[in-house]
């Protein structure tokens, strides 16, 4: 496993933007695919974006596309989410998730997760 250390986040207004960061130690980064996920209060946890080995392809959840935009720095082994227009159903307590290799939606694919990190939009 992957250790992952969650900054960022905080309050915003609607419409504002916020950049996530997530960063990884002990283990070779450029191995693990990235993913973000989000648990609003009452619901399940659900897919945000992911993000290949070298970055080269990114994937994102219907809810977020053209708003988020995830990326990551393989020399600073570090995931980021920068989220823009953000709405207030974007509230949630975020986490980073790291797996060897191949990105995948499922959640329980992945099996490094960071502490969460509170976004709270507000109208």
């Known amino acids: 496993q992957v250790q992952l250390v969650q900054s960022g986040g905080g309050l915003v207004q609607a419409g504002g933007s916020l950049r996530l960061s997530c960063a990884a130690s002990g283990r070779t980064f450029s191995n693990y695919a990235m993913a973000w996920f989000r648990q609003a209060p009452g619901k399940d946890r659900e897919f945000v974006a992911a993000i290949t080995l070298t970055g080269t392809n990114t994937y994102y959840a219907d809810s977020v596309k053209g708003r988020f935009t995830i990326s990551r720095d393989n020399f600073k082994n570090t995931v980021y989410l920068q989220m823009s227009s953000l709405k207030p159903e974007d509230t949630a307590v975020y986490y980073c998730?790291?797996?060897?290799?191949?990105?995948?939606?499922?959640?329980?694919?992945?099996?490094?997760w960071g502490q969460g990190t509170q976004v709270t939009v507000s109208s």
């Open positions: 998730a790291a797996r060897p290799f191949r990105p995948e939606y499922q959640q329980s694919a992945y099996d490094s």
